[in-house]
């Protein structure tokens, strides 16, 4: 490590015991955090310059105490340097010695930060099954749009055997963001990449990964996890929605709203679910629109709050998707579509009297042949699921009746136990009519209407 002027020194623990002093340039603008890997070289020297200690380019994260005793200097250190840069830290034996017999006096650990790995969750649903590790910050803050033109270096793909997988082929990717035009593991880490960033992708659902543009195809879907390194070479630098004009907003949520329904029709709900997720961001309250402009984001946003009900029924969350025909029927109270999609979400969340009052109410309405012949077969479905229900408990009850009033038990008899046996598979297997009722037809859900 080369010795260079020094540039100031910072007080780490705030005792006066332990002092950075930075050299070099940050090729970064983050700082490491508790719990961000990061690949550094250390060297801990004793005060007349005997080398104790040496790591090279060591995986390190931070808050792990993987170093034992120094972990706490190293830590406080790191908390101070951006990538690219060298700390020389001073400090006494109290904060490294490891045991008793260890020298007295000071000592100097040298420091370089090489890479900051910072691993963020981009997975669509935010559960952890599509991660991004940062390799290398790349050059600047910025991250492209939706509808942004960029370039992305596929460079390698492997299993998690950590063999390459086969047919797969580097590639780089020309694509707008948000469209459709490749994987949803490659859309979904590509908008939060920086210009000049390398990372890799870590998929859990394979099936997000099939690419035919880089030779990935359905049978690389078997495998546990598929890594992916990419680069993030250019992408189109395009004005921020949110600084545009309200006409402009709206006009760029018409245009996002029309892709996302396309990709709808072609079965990527995840990725059309995005979509209308940031327009519906990037609206926000329409109450702050002008006057002249409040009617068009009214219909915008309950268009697109119709749409994300839509996809979280086929992504079987019904919860949001209960919540968000709530969101249109405030406003509209007489919403067809959301009075019909808010009695799916019932259904699914096995919530049957709602369910069957929803669509009883919603045949009240002025309805179509079509949309009552599909609120009359759910509500039939609904009605059969919740007789069952009410049977099940009705037994339940009828039993703790008879136990209060039944006198104390004697000595197990065949016959009875035998009837009570077959009483309780009678009673499961009505629950577990309800239970495949509700899944089968949750997954043959037929969304009444298509997305605008």
């Avoid at 792990?64 to 706490?72: F, P, V």
């Avoid at 020298?103 to 790995?117: A, F, M, R, V």
């Avoid at 096995?350 to 309405?365: E, M, N, P, S």
């Avoid at 042949?369 to 229900?389: G, M, N, Y």
């Amino acid at each position: 490590m080369e010795e260079l002027p020094e540039s100031g020194a910072e007080n780490l623990l705030g005792d006066g015991q332990v002092l950075l002093t930075k050299h070099g340039a940050a090729t970064g603008w983050r700082f490491p955090g508790f719990g961000d890997e990061v690949r550094l070289s250390l060297r801990r020297k004793a005060k007349d310059g005997q080398l104790l200690l040496e790591y090279v380019k060591l995986e390190y994260r931070v808050g792990s105490g993987d170093l034992g005793k120094i972990s706490q200097v190293v830590d406080a250190a790191l908390g101070a340097l951006k990538q690219g840069e060298l700390g020389n830290v001073t400090c006494g034996q109290v904060h490294l010695r490891e045991d008793s017999a260890a020298p007295l006096g000071e000592e100097c650990l040298e420091i370089h930060l090489h890479e900051l790995h910072n691993r963020k969750d981009v997975s669509p649903q935010g559960d952890g099954s599509l991660l991004k590790k940062q390799v290398f910050e790349g050059i600047s803050w910025e991250t492209p749009v939706h509808g942004a033109r960029v370039q992305l270096r596929v460079e390698a793909a492997f299993g998690s055997d950590q063999k390459a997988l086969l047919g797969f082929e580097p590639a780089t990717l020309d694509f707008r963001i948000g469209n459709g035009d490749v994987c949803d593991a490659l859309e979904f880490a590509a908008i939060e990449m920086r210009q000049g960033e390398r990372a890799r992708i870590a998929c859990l659902k394979p099936a997000l990964c099939i690419e035919p543009l880089i030779g990935l195809s359905v049978t690389q879907s078997s495998t546990d996890c598929i890594c992916l390194d990419v680069e993030m070479l250019h992408f189109e630098k395009l004005t921020d929605p949110f600084h545009l004009s309200e006409q402009e907003k709206l006009d760029f949520g018409s245009a996002r709203k029309e892709v996302g329904s396309g990709l709808f029709r072609q079965g990527r709900v995840q990725l059309a679910l995005a979509q209308y997720q940031r327009v519906l961001d990037l609206v926000g309250v329409v109450e702050n629109f002008a006057t002249e402009r409040i009617a068009q984001a009214k219909e915008l946003k309950r268009i697109l709050e119709l749409n994300k009900a839509a996809c979280c029924l086929k992504l079987r969350d019904f919860t949001v998707a209960r919540e968000t025909c709530d969101l249109v029927l405030k406003q509209q109270p007489g919403n067809v579509k959301a009075i019909f999609r808010r009695a799916q979400a019932d259904f699914g969340l096995a919530k049957f009297d709602t369910c069957v009052q929803g669509l009883t109410d919603l045949l009240r309405l002025d309805l179509d042949q079509a949309e009552e012949r599909a609120a009359r077969s759910w509500l039939r479905q609904a009605q059969a699921c919740q007789r069952v229900e009410d049977e099940q408990a009705k037994n339940v009850f009828s039993k703790m009746c008879s136990g209060l009033s039944s006198p104390a038990p004697g000595p197990p008899q065949a016959a009875p136990g035998n009837a009570m046996r077959s009483q309780h598979y009678s009673l499961g297997l009505r629950k577990g009519q309800i239970q495949k009722m509700v899944v089968v037809t949750s997954r043959a859900c037929h969304i009444e209407g298509h997305c605008r």
